[in-house]
């Protein structure tokens, strides 16, 4: 707005000026033209993902699992490549922010647990029944088509994993914690669903200063797991990449742009 405003004054005392010529633009090279494009190749070192990955297991808390974030391509790595190494290193869990970006990693032969990020449309809950991905749980809405759709699959079919998220701080996604609780103790109470999880995220664990505030976003998080009551299957997890070592008692951590 500030910037709005400048322009809108400048152009006022502009016009009051007398009017002069004003030369024409010159013309622009084509940037289509292939001298003047450099070629770019990105080379990635799997060998050192692997190493990464590795690494990081071996830092954090022993019972904290490891949830490798390929979201963006794996932020321009290559998600299917990058996920079939973490895969074969003994990674159990991967998110994404999108289901497109999840059912490509599915039909690549991912079989590890993943969780997408984004809101789910009710819509687009089929297909994640039918590539098996986690839901980010973060409304009493999502919840009731969750569990409406979970009473029309067959008893036969696998359960709809649910991760509820739990609104700490971030203002992004996700409700109240007492809401979150009492959506997950109705997840936990349906006949097709399974709660895999209650989550958050931290607003600035990258931030030293800010760590009071990341141990009271995790305290708020845990209160809501303990008002949820026991999740056979679930853990709770906040942990991105800057938090990792330091808040790894989250149960799960997340990193995603990481070097060993």
Known sequence: MILACASSALSQKVSSLPARAVPAPATA?????????????ATVDLDAVRHNAR??????????????VV???????GSVRVAQALQDEGVEHFAVARVSEAVRLREAGIEASI?????PLPEHLPAY??????VNVCSKAVAGALVQLAEQ?????????AHVKVETGMERLGDKPEVAAGIA?????????????????FVSADDPEQQAFTRRQLGILQEAADSAGPLPNGRVHAANTPAMLHFAESF???PGRSRG
């Open 71 to 77: 979201k963006a391509d794996a932020y321009g790595h």
């Open 29 to 41: 090279s084509p940037t289509t033209d292939p001298t003047l494009l450099t070629p770019t190749t």
């Open 55 to 68: 690494l990081i297991q071996r830092r954090t808390a022993p019972t904290a699992a490891l949830m490798a």
């Open 129 to 134: 029944a039918r590539y098996r991905l986690d």
């Open 252 to 254: 799960r951590i997340r």
């Open 153 to 161: 699959r067959p008893p036969s079919e696998p359960p709809l994993r």
């Open 115 to 119: 969780l997408v990020f984004e809101a």
């Open 185 to 201: 103790g109705r997840l936990r109470r349906t006949d097709g669903v399974e709660v895999a999880g209650l989550w958050t995220h």
